[in-house]
């Protein structure tokens, strides 16, 4: 548990924000208004909720039917359940675009998004393994994040016990058919106890231009593993990267890939790395081609199984 004695906070806006409309894009492919689905899905304002959470993982603990389980603050080398199902049967989302590790779902909560990047977080409770495949069977946790409507720059930063500090920025341009948001979040802190000091820094740029959306993040997370894998101890360090490109092709057809690389460098005895050292890549590539139409209303459907 962190004690924050002093936090501090700017904000400069530069235009005024417009009206904004709540949709769910998590129980289906398109986006809908979240009064129209026909699924279980609690939507968390994250945008709203930035300046009282430190975390993604502050988030996530607003409702009851996830656990999240963590090592240390920030999410550090931890997992998440929805309703009683194990971590490699919750499947999270970044605007639609998986994020799960192919490594370890033990890490599937190393996630490249400073909060400030986040517009919306949509839990999306039972089975949605229809739409997204068995690593889906408990729930599906899908991150979303809309351009920016004005230009501004944000910071806020704070500092707590056993040596914590945090910063977090924000600046996003909106011009005319382009709109640019760059975020950082930089939480450390020495630990508690020896051995159990972190340095998480997180990167994104997310860029849209028309119809095209252009997602770059970065993600570095070494800490002290003191007794996490036994009675050693071990240091650990994990690194994810990430692009995702949309492109929409006329009015009714989108094109989605994506790319991530996830590195894990262990070390069993932090003192003694010569006696054994692991160090572990993965990369995956996901790519979709959506088209919706509209059938007329006198259209029929026949089925027979």
Same mark, same amino acid.
């Given at each position: ?50 300046? /009282? ?14 656990? /999240? ?237």
């Amino acid at each position: 548990m962190r004690f924050w004695v002093a936090a501090l906070s700017c904000c400069a806006v530069l235009a005024q924000e417009p009206s904004k409309k709540t949709i769910v894009v998590t129980g289906a492919y398109e986006a809908i208004p979240l009064e129209e689905a026909d699924r279980n899905v609690k939507a968390i304002p994250a945008r709203e909720l930035a300046p /009282l959470a430190g975390s993604i993982s502050d988030l996530m603990n607003l409702d009851a039917s996830v656990d /999240l389980r963590e090592r240390a603050p920030g999410a550090v080398n931890s997992g998440l359940s929805i309703r009683g199902g194990s971590f490699g049967q919750s499947l999270i989302l970044w605007n639609g675009l998986r994020l799960n590790s192919a490594h370890t779902a033990n890490l599937s909560m190393d996630l490249p998004i400073p909060l400030e990047s986040m517009a919306q977080v949509e839990i999306l409770k039972g089975s949605g393994s229809t739409l997204y495949g068995s690593d889906a069977t408990a729930g599906v946790v899908n991150v979303i994040s809309r351009p920016p409507a004005l230009s501004e720059v944000r910071f806020r930063s704070g500092f707590g016990n056993w040596g914590t500090q945090q910063q977090h920025a924000s600046v996003a341009y909106v011009g005319k058919g382009l709109a640019q948001h760059w975020t950082m979040a930089r939480d450390f802190s020495r630990g508690f106890m020896a051995n159990r000091d972190y340095r998480n820094l997180s990167l994104a740029s997310q860029t849209q231009f028309r119809r095209t959306e252009l997602t770059l993040a970065l993600n570095d997370r070494p800490y002290g593993a003191e007794q996490f894998y036994g009675n050693f101890n071990s240091w650990e360090r994990t690194k994810a990267w990430f692009a995702g490109l949309r492109q929409g092709i006329g009015q009714k057809t989108n094109l989605l890939f994506a790319y991530r690389r996830n590195t894990d460098l262990f070390v069993l005895y932090r003192d003694r790395p010569q006696v054994f050292t692991n160090r572990h890549a993965v990369e995956t590539w996901q790519a979709s081609l959506r088209r919706v139409e509209n059938l007329p209303r006198n259209a029929r459907l026949h089925c027979r199984l």
